[in-house]
């Protein structure tokens, strides 16, 4: 069993949509990223969290430390927002990768 | 991803050939990794450091070697390439302890043929 895992796999939307992308983890963390890949393109982080929640712009990010859950939103989805979304982990020294869900956003 | 540069961005090597992929920062952050990136496998931690002088291994090592002599740099050796190690490499930095953003490498497309 993955030590992160994230559902759903894959996703598909219409523009406009509400989005929820959900990752669990399975060990102690001091930290969790939520990542943006695009089509043959490079990482990026969208947020950093150790507690609560943070906002920007179209996008929310939540973690339950105590549920060991963690959600990223997005509001009012648009095909800009196309693309691979990962959670990773900060346990000690070390990330550690979800499988990423892939996200479609049609016009 | 400024702060991080991952050279080169592709890549093709024959079987047995060797070579280096290199990944610098000017963040001085002391913790410096490289992933390999497979399809349906998300991303594993091949080698990492925190900090000059020091590395260790992570879930997929076998087959590659790192060094960190400097904070800036670590790069990442294919001593014998093998098809198996045709992936997507993406190098990342940043400040763990404590919780910071983590930087990454453009990414190198790698074809072992």
């Known amino acids: 069993k993955n030590e992160v895992e994230q559902s759903p796999q894959n996703l598909t939307a219409q523009e406009g949509e509400f989005i929820t992308i959900n990752c669990s983890y399975s060990v102690g963390i001091s930290a969790l990223h939520w990542l943006q890949q695009h089509p043959g393109g490079g990482i990026v982080s969208l947020f950093m969290?150790?507690?609560g929640k943070k906002k920007h712009g179209r996008l929310i990010a939540t973690i339950n430390i105590q549920e060991k859950h963690s959600s990223l939103h997005i509001t009012a989805s648009h095909p800009r927002d196309s693309a691979v979304y990962i959670c990773a982990v900060i346990v000690t020294d070390k990330l550690i990768f979800g499988t990423g869900t892939r996200l479609q956003v049609f016009p | 991803n400024a702060g991080v540069t991952q050279t080169p961005k592709f890549q093709v090597l024959k079987t047995g050939q060797s070579m280096t992929l290199q990944c610098a920062q000017d963040?001085?952050?002391?913790?410096m990794s490289w992933y390999r990136q497979d399809p349906g496998m998300g991303l594993r931690l091949i080698h990492y450091s925190v900090g000059a002088g020091i590395t260790d291994q992570g879930e997929v090592p076998n087959g590659y070697n790192v060094s960190r002599s400097t904070t800036e740099d670590f790069p990442l050796r294919l001593l014998s390439a093998a098809p198996s190690q045709t992936s997507v490499y993406f190098c990342?930095?940043?400040?763990?302890?404590?919780?910071?953003?983590?930087?990454f490498g453009q990414g190198t497309r790698l074809t072992v043929v």
């Open positions: 969290l150790s507690s």
């Open positions: 990342a930095s940043g400040r763990f302890r404590g919780g910071t953003e983590a930087f």
């Open positions: 963040m001085n952050h002391e913790y």
